[in-house]
């Protein structure tokens, strides 16, 4: 019996003391948070003074900076007319070739930077301005293409002034001339430009529609098919494009000239101070002549 109740007196007893380290973890948990600072959140939304104020002024400056520093390099986005290391290995051409071809023609460059017979030499010389000039000058014997005489009128006045002086787009047109030139000027050295243009599978030349501003139209875009005579002259003309088109007397045409006379086998526009004459073969003239 004495044993027993020995047993029961030490299970009472061992689960008292759980209960009583229980008990004091809850009451220490309780003391903690109990001194724990009380945050009023709506008073501090009531009075903005409650709130640590951190003024800090950037200047514009600074914001260019910054932005410059995570702008991307002007090199992933190069000029079309720049010539490329990629160009000149698909099509088997030798840079350095393109560079002695060109120096040994002896043009006067001006102050080049780059290194000679590379890449970037061949880049700065796009970058001269008058270059086409000098080159039709030493070879006046080249036949240029419709693009290049197209450029040519467009840069006629800007040819003459200093490259770095010219708005972003008269750049553009200077540089597209001068690679031009040089691609016509030295075929077996100079890579051809946009070689590997996408092709359009829906078209049958290949091509996608160019935007307007890459348009350029030949000297003379028309070829003049018939003159119809009525109450009212029309001239039927096939645009350098395929389509057919007619004029009257003071219709503007694509390339901004304007129909001043139709006559039975020549049709006149002006273009500014220049006259353009389209003209057809009089058959009536030459049945008249046998």
Not at 11 to 36: H, N, P, S
Not at 182 to 208: C, Q, T
């Amino acid at each position: 019996m004495k044993k027993i109740q020995t047993d029961k007196i030490e299970l009472f007893a061992k689960k008292y003391i759980v209960d009583i380290g229980i008990a004091a973890v809850f009451i220490f948990f309780a003391l903690v948070l109990a001194e724990r600072p009380k945050v009023n959140y709506r008073s501090i939304q009531n009075d903005k003074r409650s709130l640590p104020v951190v003024s800090r002024t950037v200047s514009v400056k600074q914001m260019q900076e910054k932005a410059a520093t995570v702008s991307k390099d002007e090199s992933e986005n190069p000029d079309p007319s720049d010539f490329s290391a990629d160009e000149f290995r698909i099509q088997g051409k030798d840079a350095e070739k393109l560079c002695e071809a060109i120096k040994s023609d002896r043009y006067k460059l001006g102050g080049i930077n780059a290194a000679g017979n590379s890449i970037e030499w061949l880049n700065e010389v796009l970058q001269v301005a008058d270059l086409y000039d000098k080159v039709t000058e030493e070879k006046p014997d080249l036949v240029l293409s419709g693009d290049i005489r197209k450029l040519k009128e467009q840069t006629e006045e800007k040819r003459h002034m200093p490259f770095k002086s010219l708005k972003d787009d008269e750049q553009k047109k200077i540089k597209r001339l001068n690679r031009l030139i040089l691609e016509l000027a030295y075929p077996k050295e100079a890579p051809k430009s946009h070689n590997l243009e996408v092709r359009n599978i829906f078209e049958p030349e290949g091509n996608y529609e160019k935007p307007p501003e890459l348009i350029i139209i030949p000297e003379k875009p028309y070829n003049l098919i018939a003159v119809l005579e009525g109450k009212e002259k029309r001239a039927i003309m096939r645009e350098y494009t395929g389509r057919m088109v007619s004029f009257k007397t003071g219709d503007k045409m694509i390339d901004g000239a304007v129909v001043s006379e139709i006559d039975r086998v020549v049709v006149t526009a002006k273009k500014g101070k220049k006259k353009l004459e389209y003209r057809i073969f009089n058959i009536k003239k030459a049945k008249d002549k046998k």
